[in-house]
């Protein structure tokens, strides 16, 4: 039974395992314990095949888990789903092509007993200008967000969305975004998987990083970025002290790298404040910077994975299989 007060996510020791005749058992998720309150943007960070779209799964009740709990609002995902407390926007699936934009949503409208005005819900999702364009017409970006407005039919709490802007050019995931705002601006609770940095780090205002099936590093993003790098201080020196003020820096045990390119001086550490009153005080240093590491520095940093820029996040080769009769 739902309960009022109850987290919109709550997954406790979820684990997943696919198998197939004759390969060996894959974990695609490993023990993962995650609450997501109610209201919060979170997004899942991490490379391909790290988990982030089968805990999304099964948070939506598409396949279920090997062991461990997941819940919604306190329920189980398909009951909140069936409630229409729960939207999806997936990577891809179920669009009929011989239909125009609007003939899709007003049909999907349909199924649901009470569903939001098809022409507002074209509007938010930006597709006003595209409404009586066929499907099979649309581009990339275009049918994401088309898939967007469908999820928006049933006024859900929680829009959960698996890499939403993936094959989206630059300009095309800027309005989604804005869009997406919007809704979170209007109290939703949004959770994304992404392999795009700038999303994580724009629009979300916490950042799990999964790897290899677990949770590696859960905060906001200054806390991930300031946890995986420190913070970086920039400042310029005085002609002729520029060697022996680097030297004198590197001694200093918080102190995790320095560089030099010119008389701007770059210090990379754990102690910012007491780099500055040093540079600013006795060595002299003057214009100072201050700012924390990316987050492409602090997801290498945590994990030591090259991997996040790679494209849209496959998962594991069998989990497609596993899924065909559940979706």
């Given at each position: 039974?739902?309960?009022?007060?109850?987290?919109a996510?709550?997954?406790?020791g979820?684990?997943?395992?696919?198998?197939?005749p004759?390969?060996?058992?894959v974990?695609?998720?490993?023990g993962v314990?995650?609450t997501?309150?109610?209201g919060?943007i979170?997004?899942?960070?991490g490379?391909?095949?790290?988990g982030?779209?089968?805990?999304?799964?099964?948070?939506l009740?598409?396949?279920?888990p090997t062991s461990?709990?997941?819940?919604?609002?306190?329920d189980r995902?398909?009951?909140?789903?069936?409630?229409?407390r729960?939207?999806?926007?997936l990577?891809t699936?179920?669009?009929l092509?011989?239909?125009?934009?609007?003939?899709?949503?007003?049909?999907?409208a349909?199924?649901?007993?009470?569903a939001a005005?098809?022409d507002d819900?074209?509007?938010?999702a930006?597709?006003?200008?595209q409404?009586?364009?066929?499907?099979s017409k649309?581009?990339?970006?275009?049918?994401?967000r088309?898939?967007?407005a469908?999820?928006l039919?049933?006024d859900?709490e929680?829009l959960?969305?698996?890499?939403?802007?993936?094959?989206?050019?630059?300009?095309?995931?800027?309005?989604?975004?804005a869009?997406m705002?919007?809704?979170?601006?209007?109290?939703?609770?949004?959770?994304?998987?992404t392999?795009?940095?700038e999303?994580?780090?724009s629009?979300?205002?916490?950042?799990?990083m999964?790897a290899?099936?677990?949770?590696?590093?859960?905060?906001?993003?200054?806390?991930?970025?300031?946890?995986?790098t420190?913070?970086?201080v920039?400042?310029?020196?005085?002609?002729g002290?520029?060697?022996?003020?680097a030297?004198?820096?590197?001694?200093q045990?918080?102190v995790?790298e320095v560089s030099?390119?010119?008389?701007?001086?770059?210090v990379?550490t754990g102690?910012?404040?007491?780099v500055?009153?040093a540079?600013l005080?006795?060595?002299g240093?003057?214009e100072?910077?201050i700012t924390?590491?990316?987050?492409?520095d602090?997801?290498l940093?945590?994990?030591?994975?090259?991997?996040l820029?790679?494209?849209?996040d496959t998962?594991?080769d069998?989990?497609a299989?596993t899924?065909e009769?559940?979706?």
């Amino acid at each position: 039974m739902s309960s009022p007060s109850a987290p919109a996510i709550e997954l406790r020791g979820l684990h997943k395992s696919f198998t197939r005749p004759g390969h060996p058992s894959v974990e695609a998720v490993r023990g993962v314990d995650l609450t997501v309150d109610r209201g919060q943007i979170v997004a899942f960070l991490g490379p391909n095949g790290a988990g982030k779209t089968t805990t999304l799964d099964m948070v939506l009740g598409l396949t279920e888990p090997t062991s461990g709990t997941a819940l919604v609002y306190g329920d189980r995902p398909r009951r909140a789903i069936t409630a229409g407390r729960v939207s999806a926007v997936l990577q891809t699936g179920g669009l009929l092509r011989d239909l125009t934009v609007r003939e899709t949503v007003r049909m999907i409208a349909s199924t649901f007993p009470r569903a939001a005005d098809v022409d507002d819900v074209l509007e938010r999702a930006g597709l006003a200008d595209q409404r009586d364009r066929m499907v099979s017409k649309c581009s990339g970006g275009e049918q994401q967000r088309l898939r967007f407005a469908l999820a928006l039919l049933p006024d859900p709490e929680l829009l959960i969305l698996d890499e939403p802007t993936a094959g989206m050019d630059v300009a095309a995931r800027h309005d989604f975004w804005a869009a997406m705002r919007a809704e979170a601006d209007a109290g939703r609770t949004v959770v994304f998987a992404t392999h795009y940095l700038e999303e994580a780090d724009s629009f979300a205002e916490r950042i799990v990083m999964i790897a290899q099936g677990r949770v590696i590093a859960d905060g906001t993003t200054a806390e991930i970025r300031s946890r995986a790098t420190g913070r970086t201080v920039t400042a310029s020196l005085p002609p002729g002290r520029v060697g022996s003020v680097a030297a004198a820096l590197r001694e200093q045990e918080h102190v995790a790298e320095v560089s030099l390119a010119g008389s701007r001086i770059t210090v990379r550490t754990g102690d910012s404040d007491r780099v500055a009153l040093a540079l600013l005080t006795e060595l002299g240093g003057t214009e100072l910077e201050i700012t924390t590491g990316s987050l492409d520095d602090a997801f290498l940093a945590i994990t030591g994975d090259d991997q996040l820029h790679t494209g849209a996040d496959t998962e594991i080769d069998t989990q497609a299989d596993t899924q065909e009769g559940v979706r």
